[in-house]
């Protein structure tokens, strides 16, 4: 089974900074997108970044010109780097696999507040 694992949530303060992990494992085959979502109470899980193998990345509006996916292809593993965050920000972020996405992670928490 495919196995998803997020790290680097927790609190920071408006204008602070996180990055955040997610280890892919498992049987993943010929999936090579991967990304990001994040889902506040209340709302819909919405994308905030996915890259695929090429390079080739996306971002939600919301977080352009401050948030940025990497990946490490050898290791099936994507970060994202949180600049300049948000109240907004506020969500539980969610790893995921696939294009359009098949697996997901877990889910980890992060909450920029004062």
């Known amino acids: 089974q495919v196995q998803l694992v997020e790290s680097g949530g927790g609190l920071v303060q408006p204008g602070g900074s996180l990055r955040l992990s997610c280890v892919a494992s498992g049987s993943i085959g010929s999936i090579y997108t991967m990304g990001w979502y994040r889902q506040a109470p209340g709302k819909q899980r919405e994308l905030v970044a996915r890259a695929i193998s090429s390079g080739r990345t996306d971002y939600a509006e919301s977080v352009k010109g401050r948030f940025t996916i990497s990946r490490d292809n050898g290791k099936n593993t994507v970060y994202l780097q949180m600049n300049s965050l948000k109240p907004e920000d506020t969500a539980v972020y969610y790893c995921?696999?696939?294009?359009?996405?098949?697996?997901w992670g877990q889910g980890t928490q992060v909450t920029v507040s004062s």
């Open positions: 995921s696999l696939g294009a359009p996405p098949t697996y």
